[in-house]
């Protein structure tokens, strides 16, 4: 379905003729002609010939005529190639009988682990877990929907020294009582009471430590102590996840006490291949190329000094089971950009070890922060990290005020359903319409507008096309004959075809920003389709081809939107 492929496919022979080696045509949209092809300005210097000789003997060689109007060769050696109605006809037709809307469920599916979100037990979710929350669900739907086997995978914070002091402290205020103050979702509350019992107070301290070799050895009351604070926990987490409508379940939870019985045999396999090292009585492995700021030797400690482990241990231990038991050949780490480092060395060691070899690849999906208006880290008014359940709320509440203000007419069962596609829709898609590499601000007048690159607009744009249908009662026939006359038509038709160009893209790159930017291209070519080509008013065969492209659009809109996790409201 993608023209730039197709006429790729089609230049591309004809150029290697000519260059007697392969070539790419790099073939692009071009504002001169449909599409453009500047590969004979670079082949010119290899081969010791004019730019437009070569240009105009590929145009001879190509075959072409079936796809194009029109060729030419124009400046100093560019190909410009019009497509032909018939066949940007014929592509949208295609589009419109295909239920996948022309994205093939891939040739080569493969079972992928896409670690993210992780919250830590006995804290509650602030803003910062929003970015690996929304990226890693838009990548496991994406990839989903691609026909790869998708592992999601939750690494709860459920383990560690911390948890002898919340223990001990819920120990000290009593099951029942604790259990009821969890339940109510204060967890905070909780852990700063922890904290602050163990900062004051050395005999809490010291039951704090006691209580973590407890745990370590398996004692059945800590035990049972710890899984209440961590069922709990996960009762809370998993209600953000409803409110935040994103595909994490209690079946995702892999705490890192998941990876407990494994580290031992992590350290002891390591030894066995004479990669570990001691250093300061930590045992290290010490990855090629990888220095600190003074230029010495950077290690990686998987198992420390006093016995215990760390991120590194169980991060490795984690690729291990992941693609030897899972047979996972692509782990995807949706974790902020700082840690960079930390995950380049895992995988170097994890290489080192063999147990990331190819076809198996690890992924870092960096993001950056998000921001306040004053362009600094988002805080509340007391100075902490904003709540995640305080920030959706609020998104809910503007965008339902919003929407009863808009539309009347709606009942306030709908007039709350739409507020919370849209309000929850608005701050999913800032940070994924993002590059996901660069901070970006909170900004609730611009999320929520109708206007520009947002959610709403998108979910507007979709709702107002099926209002067409509704007020006319018709619908589609897919196999209607498509007819591309107007420049605006034509303009929309090649936004359709270009998505599973897109998708394929962002299969690959993850860069999220992508997709939201063709989602919001396709919308304002249908804008502007729309307010110049009349679509109920205009005349057979005329209006039934521009049902078809509305119905298109509608459905397109509706995938790339649930692809990026936010919901498309029949009304708004």
């Not at 891939?106 to 602030?126: C, F, G, I, L, R």
């Not at 400690?301 to 991120?311: C, F, L, Q, T």
């Amino acid at each position: 379905m993608d023209l730039e492929k197709l006429l790729t496919d089609r230049l591309a022979p004809a150029f290697s003729t000519v260059a007697g080696v392969p070539v790419d045509p790099v073939v692009r949209r071009s504002q001169r002609a449909d599409f453009q092809s500047d590969a004979a300005l670079a082949l010119a210097r290899r081969i010791g010939r004019p730019p437009r000789a070569i240009a105009t003997e590929v145009l001879e060689r190509a075959q072409v005529a079936d796809l194009c109007s029109a060729t030419e060769v124009s400046g100093p050696g560019f190909i410009n190639l019009t497509v032909a109605e018939r066949a940007l006809g014929g592509l949208v037709s295609a589009l419109a009988t295909d239920p996948r809307l022309g994205v093939p469920v891939s040739a080569h599916p493969e079972t992928v682990v896409v670690d993210y979100s992780a919250p830590n037990v006995a804290k509650e979710m602030h803003v910062g877990h929003l970015p690996s929350t929304v990226i890693g669900d838009a990548a496991a739907r994406l990839l989903e929907w691609l026909g790869h086997r998708v592992v999601r995978a939750n690494h709860l914070g459920d383990w560690g020294t911390p948890f002898g002091m919340l223990i001990e402290h819920l120990a000290d205020v009593g099951e029942a009582e604790a259990a009821q103050e969890l339940s109510m979702g204060d967890l905070d509350s909780f852990y700063k009471a922890a904290r602050t019992k163990f900062d004051a107070d050395e005999a809490f301290r010291e039951r704090s430590r006691l209580r973590v070799v407890a745990l370590q050895g398996g004692d059945e009351r800590t035990l049972r102590l710890w899984r209440l604070l961590v069922e709990r926990s996960e009762r809370y987490f998993l209600a953000v996840y409803d409110l935040l409508d994103v595909t994490l379940t209690g079946r995702d939870f892999h705490g890192e006490s998941s990876y407990n019985d494994l580290l031992g045999p992590v350290v002891a396999e390591l030894d066995r291949l004479g990669l570990l090292r001691e250093s300061d009585g930590a045992s290290c492995v010490f990855p090629p190329n990888s220095v600190g700021r003074d230029g010495e030797p950077l290690p990686l400690i998987v198992r420390k000094s006093d016995g215990g482990y760390g991120y590194p241990a169980t991060d490795l231990a984690a690729i291990r089971h992941r693609t030897g038991e899972l047979g996972a050949t692509r782990l995807l780490y949706v974790v902020g950009s700082p840690q960079r480092r930390h995950f380049e060395m895992v995988y170097a060691v994890a290489e080192l070890a063999g147990w990331l070899v190819p076809p198996a690849r690890a992924e870092h999906v960096g993001f950056g922060s998000i921001l306040g208006a004053d362009g600094r880290m988002l805080r509340s008014r007391a100075g902490e990290s904003v709540k995640l359940v305080a920030l959706l709320d609020e998104a809910v509440a503007r965008a339902t005020q919003l929407a009863r203000s808009r539309n009347p007419e709606l009942g306030e069962a709908e007039a709350a359903e739409v507020g919370r596609a849209v309000g929850i829709g608005a701050i999913k898609y800032a940070d994924l319409s993002t590059d996901r590499h660069r901070d970006h601000v909170l900004d609730w007048e611009r999320m929520l507008s109708l206007d520009g690159n947002t959610a709403p607009y998108l979910q507007y744009a979709y709702s107002r096309i099926r209002s067409i249908f509704r007020r006319a009662g018709v619908t589609a026939r897919p196999d209607a004959g498509i007819s591309l006359a107007e420049p605006a038509e034509r303009a929309l038709a090649f936004e359709l075809v270009g998505f599973g160009a897109v998708v394929s893209e962002v299969e690959r790159s993850l860069e999220f920003h992508h997709l939201a930017g063709y989602l919001h291209r396709l919308a304002t070519a249908f804008s502007a389709f729309y307010e110049r080509c009349p679509v109920l008013r205009a005349d057979e065969p005329v209006r039934d081809s521009r049902l078809v492209l509305c119905d298109l659009t509608a459905r397109v809109l509706r995938q790339g939107l649930h692809l990026l996790g936010i919901r498309t409201p029949e009304r708004m």
